[in-house]
């Protein structure tokens, strides 16, 4: 028996999926899977997102996993590829690809390829990492348009770095740009990540490309899942191992960094660096055990956490369950304490972790 275990709410996800599809009815859906699904589980996830018009993950690995367990949509390498010995795998497999620079464009033009492969041209519109310049966007356009290699569609994709805050004007700038840059084209745009969805309507165009929020939790500032009507689909839990009396004046943990200041009980949770629970979790992050939170208390260690359950000990036994994070206690929130993202607290889970999928 494992004591910690992600318990996955497949329902939650169809139900985000459908909620993500209400917020921009017109658009076609390219589920983001890259990290392991976000750290959900890559093929079960995409097994049980049946009305996802497309699925996009990050490498090729991720891909062929995808293959492997029998996953048929599209799917889109959002960096690409790599190598030219990568392409006949692309098209054996059914790979879209992003043709985000020069390199990529030459490798595929020169190829030798028994069929075309369906591309997206990526357009840096002011995040900076991959993509052309706008000024590029004529000269690559018609070199695909030409290339025997790839399919007459050139489908035209953007990102934002911005669009979690609302009073950020770039997003506005970048959706403008996009559109006036791409307007004489007749081509299929893909602009909107999650917070693009939730927070720019204008961004939503033909295809968008939720990550986060299909697994119910926010991408916006100061927001959580429940605010856009999501449902967290992952529950973290674990169990207390053990209840320990501290008397007063008693340093806990490694480095002694917390101290009682009075007569105490402490729960012993199976829970650490080494599950993924973030070692930078501040003094009192919460955890949820019978319904009542509790605040961790010194260091996170590899395997375990202790958590101050004072007054209520009566009411705590070795063996029950504590949620980590999930419907009763938000990702966003620990992620907060952490001084972290919810993304990367999600794809941090590691293999020493059980799942169970609840459907
Ligand atoms: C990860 C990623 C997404 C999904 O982002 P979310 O914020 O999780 O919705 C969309 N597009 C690109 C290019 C990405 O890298």
Known sequence: MRLAIAKIDLVALSYNLSKTKQLAPHSKVMAVLKANAYGHGLVTIAQHLTTADAFAVARIDEALALRAGGVTKPIVLLEGFFNKSDLPILLANNFQTIIHDENQLAMLESAELDAPIATWLKVDTGMHRLGIEPSQLEGFYRRLKASKNTHSAVNLMTHFPCADDLNNARTQNQITAFKQLTNDHNEQLCLANSAGILGW???????????????????????????????????????????????????????????????????????????????????????????????????????????????????????????????????????????????????????????????
């Open 201 to 359: 309507t204008e961004s939503h165009c033909d295809w968008i490309r939720p990550g986060l929020m299909i697994y119910g939790v926010s991408p916006m500032l100061h927001c959580q899942g429940v605010d856009h009507g999501l449902k967290p689909v992952m529950r973290l839990t674990t169990k207390v191992i053990a209840i320990r009396d501290i008397p007063a004046g008693e340093q806990v943990g490694y480095g002694g960094r917390w101290q009682s200041n009075q007569p105490t009980k402490l729960a012993v949770v199976a829970m650490g660096y080494g599950d993924g629970y973030p070692r930078h979790a501040k003094h009192g992050t919460p955890v949820v055990i019978k319904g009542h939170r509790y605040g961790i208390v010194g260091s996170v260690s590899m395997d375990m956490i202790t958590v101050d359950i004072g007054e209520n000990s009566e009411q705590i036994a070795v063996g029950d369950e504590v949620e980590m994070w999930g419907p009763n206690l938000a990702v966003e929130e620990i992620a907060e304490c952490a001084d972290t993202i919810a993304y990367e607290l999600l794809c941090n889970v590691t293999p020493r972790v059980g799942y169970q999928y609840i459907s």
